[in-house]
């Protein structure tokens, strides 16, 4: 069975320090996709990342990256120099696909990890 | 690109009463989902719809719960009657072929159950 752990219910860290957000996930398909989503205060999810089983090279996207380890089920996620608007709640989440025209793609989340960035 | 719509933002209702939510997806996409997210936990797939056809709603608590999408386009969840336990952000999302799996969400529908 499917599932997504962020072991991580809240955190709080200074502005400008660096975070880590946690995520560890179960599936017994080969070939899956792993998420995450970043939820502000007005509601919205906002999707940030979708990676493909395959592909374990690490991510950057300006101040945010991704490390993806297949050996020990993880797909954490880190912010560099955290800014105040990076408050938020971050879910992870994985979908199992057997390929691209396969519908089932249903998304199981995580609990989510309440991110506050203090001034 | 208009993104996804949903309405009403907010609803509050007693128990055993009636209520709708209704989405209109981005246009194109064919594939829309209703997600329950309870307070404090991950959104929860309802069900999930590829054109006017449900793909899983294996989730959907369908003694009280409903949802369609007649025409391929917007789509309606309905819960009837609501349960105190109901109380929660109904999320409808959207995404096309060309976006798999990228899904895109609304503002969602807050939904108190008194």
């Known amino acids: 069975a499917q599932k997504v752990t962020q072991a991580q219910t809240e955190i709080s860290v200074v502005e400008k320090e660096d975070v880590t957000l946690d995520c560890v996930y179960e599936?017994?398909?080969?070939?899956?996709?792993l998420f995450w989503y970043k939820q502000p205060p007005s509601g919205e999810l906002v999707f940030l990342i979708r990676?493909?089983?395959?592909?374990?090279q690490n991510e950057i996207s300006g101040r945010y990256s991704w490390n993806f380890q297949k050996s020990t089920s993880s797909f954490n996620f880190t912010i560099t120099a955290s800014q105040v608007v990076d408050s938020a709640v971050y879910f992870c989440?994985?979908?199992?696909?057997?390929?691209?025209?396969?519908?089932?793609?249903?998304?199981?989340f995580g609990k989510g990890t309440r991110l506050h960035i203090l001034p | 690109e208009a993104g996804v719509a949903q309405s009403p933002r907010y609803k509050i209702i007693e128990k055993r009463q009636s209520v709708a939510f209704w989405c209109n997806p981005i246009?194109?996409?064919?594939?829309l989902y209703w997600y329950q997210q309870i307070l404090g936990q991950g959104p929860k797939l309802l069900i999930q719809?590829?054109?006017?056809?449900?793909?899983?709603d294996s989730q959907l608590p369908k003694d009280r719960f409903s949802a369609e999408r007649l025409k391929g386009v917007d789509s309606t969840l309905k819960i009837q009657p609501a349960k105190l336990e109901d109380s929660a952000v109904y999320l409808c999302?959207?995404?096309?072929?060309?976006?798999?799996?990228?899904?895109?969400f609304g503002p969602g529908t807050r939904l108190t159950v008194l």
């Open positions: 989440a994985l979908s199992e696909a057997a390929g691209l025209k396969n519908r089932d793609d249903k998304i199981i």
């Open positions: 599936t017994r398909d080969t070939t899956y996709y």
């Open positions: 990676r493909n089983s395959f592909d374990e």
């Open positions: 246009s194109g996409h064919a594939t």
């Open positions: 719809f590829q054109n006017n056809g449900v793909v899983d």
């Open positions: 999302a959207s995404h096309s072929e060309s976006s798999y799996n990228e899904q895109f």
